[in-house]
């Protein structure tokens, strides 16, 4: 599986933010997928993540009740809706692939970041 997160920028505190991962490969649809950031100087964090059908979301405690992770199994495509953004949010997000548990050392596959500004 290769994945391709969009949809980063730069925004104000409370604005909002899609992020799209585009995904390849036939076996897509029964990966857990998910979504971790990471910050200059601080470890890898996990964000959201949902179950291969889609009937499980999982949330950090930061950002519950403000993100909301979503997928389209029949477009390869899982997606992060953020919204009033904070500017702890900012950081590089990444997609990913085979999410256990919230656990970084878990996932099988990482897509490539996008950065998210929120400025204050």
């Known amino acids: 599986v290769q994945l391709q997160a969009s949809g980063g920028g730069l925004v104000q505190a409370g604005d909002s933010l899609r992020l799209s991962c585009a995904a390849s490969g036939r076996t897509f649809s029964s990966y857990s997928m998910g979504w971790f950031h990471q910050s200059p100087g601080k470890d890898r964090e996990f964000v959201a993540a949902i179950r291969w059908s889609g009937g499980s979301t999982y949330y950090a405690d930061s950002v519950k009740g403000r993100f909301t992770i979503s997928r389209d199994n029949a477009k390869n495509r899982v997606y992060l809706q953020m919204n009033s953004l904070k500017p702890e949010d900012t950081a590089v997000y990444y997609c990913?692939?085979?999410?256990?548990?919230?656990?970084?050392?878990?996932?099988?596959?990482w897509g490539k970041g996008t950065q998210v500004t929120v400025s204050s």
């Open positions: 990913a692939a085979g999410v256990v548990a919230g656990n970084p050392g878990s996932v099988d596959y």
